[in-house]
């Protein structure tokens, strides 16, 4: 058995170094870490919390997705489409000024007020310049993305961390990785 100190160790290793990846391949290092962000709850839940145990899971948590969207930031603000740009930047704020009421308050629902369509809206759009690289967004364009990335989004948000909190992760648990707990 690891030993929940290693595992826990092995997540901090691939939350903090996985997105440079974002740095050198933007879409798939941006998908890793969403994987990455996914994937250390069930680490944590199969091996144990380790050193880390006194700290509550979503602290932590949060704090790896800051810094990997940051990577993301960066690599919009390199970007050529001004309203692009513009739309990640606004995105990327609104997120961190969730963040931030969430680490000084405690106020988890602040991540449903301040939801992560930066993510999203910047994967959708290294998608949209992988097959058509001269597409340039226009406000029309603008509003379908955020409907298409938005509106699940939000559902996700809210299921997240308003409606059900922590009682999401023990059903996905308990109903499809119930064999890693056995």
Do not use: C
Not at 132 to 145: A, E, V
């Amino acid at each position: 058995m690891i030993d929940s100190n290693i595992a826990v160790f092995f997540v901090i290793l691939l939350r903090a170094f996985i997105p440079f990846t974002i740095l050198r391949w933007p879409l798939m290092g941006g998908i890793l870490a969403m994987i990455a962000d996914g994937i250390d709850v069930m680490i944590y839940e199969a091996f144990g919390y380790g050193f880390l145990s006194g700290i509550p899971y979503h602290y932590v948590d949060k704090v790896f997705d800051m810094w990997y969207l940051s990577f993301e930031l960066i690599m919009i603000l390199r970007w050529k489409d001004l309203l692009a740009k513009n739309t990640g930047k606004i995105l990327y704020l609104w997120r961190f000024i969730g963040f931030l009421v969430f680490m000084i308050f405690g106020i988890r629902e602040a991540f449903f007020f301040a939801p992560n369509f930066f993510e999203y809206f910047f994967i959708a759009m290294l998608v949209i310049w992988k097959f058509k690289p001269s597409f340039k967004l226009k406000l029309k364009s603008l509003i379908i993305i955020m409907l298409i990335t938005g509106i699940p989004t939000i559902i996700k948000e809210y299921i997240y961390h308003y409606a059900y909190q922590n009682q999401v992760w023990v059903w996905f648990r308990d109903h499809l990785f119930w064999w890693l707990y056995n």
